[in-house]
């Protein structure tokens, strides 16, 4: 079975540009989570999915940070206007309903904002 | 206070030796504890995870749970250079589906 997909891989972009990261579960599971991962902070989660509906989005660090899942089978987090700030991985996991807090993750898309 | 604490290290240990990765928790109405590996530049890959108090072996790994003591450690019997990696602790804050990680240890097991 295929894991968590995760695009694009890589992304630079300028400061001031909307950034677009995407993510596909794993077929079946029901929970989907967005981390970003920094050297400073370490692995933060930003927001969490379950059945598509948005569950906690207390770690959105602000509005510039919006994230959507509009089928069980995908998910966008969007930054605009993005910042150099921002510049980290952001990782994609997502879990099955019967082990609700087991989460597999997705190889994750390394953001530089210059 | 963190939610959940690790030593960054690095944890350096020779081939064929027990490694000892540390962790404690501050949220008693924690439930469900994890181990991940991560290898540089890649994504944490789930290792270990344990529920109740005591120990859970699983072929050269060991998760040991206090919840009185809010402490959980991993062991690597017979430690190889391919577990060199960042071992990221993680905790479900209570009453939730969110895991809080620590900011994981740093295995270094050298030949």
């Known amino acids: 079975d295929a894991g968590v997909i995760q695009s694009p891989r890589h992304e630079v972009t300028e400061m001031g540009q909307e950034v677009t990261l995407r993510c596909k579960p794993i077929s079946g599971h029901n929970s989907l989570f967005w981390y970003r991962q920094t050297m400073m902070r370490g692995l933060e989660l930003l927001i969490y999915?379950?059945?598509?509906?948005?569950?906690?989005d207390s770690g959105m660090p602000e509005d510039r940070f919006s994230a959507k899942m509009p089928n069980a089978s995908f998910s966008t987090l969007k930054i605009q206007p993005s910042e150099p700030r921002d510049s980290a991985v952001y990782f994609c996991?997502?879990?099955?309903?019967?082990?609700?807090?087991?989460?597999?993750f997705g190889p994750g898309t390394r953001l530089t904002v210059l | 206070q963190k939610e959940v604490e690790q030593n960054s290290g690095p944890l350096s240990v020779p081939e064929g030796a027990i490694a000892s990765l540390n962790c404690t928790y501050s949220d008693r109405g924690s439930q469900s504890f994890f181990w991940y590996r991560q290898y540089s530049g890649k994504s944490p890959e789930l290792i270990m995870f344990i529920y109740s108090n005591g120990d859970k072996e699983d072929g050269r790994f060991t998760a040991q749970l206090n919840k009185a003591s809010q402490y959980v450690s991993l062991l690597i019997r017979d430690s190889q250079p391919s577990d060199s990696a960042t071992y990221l602790c993680?905790?479900?804050?209570?009453?939730?589906?969110?895991?809080?990680f620590g900011t994981g240890t740093r295995l270094q097991v050298f030949p």
């Open positions: 993680a905790v479900n804050r209570g009453g939730t589906d969110k895991l809080i």
């Open positions: 999915f379950n059945n598509n509906v948005p569950i906690d």
């Open positions: 996991a997502s879990t099955p309903w019967e082990q609700a807090d087991t989460q597999y």
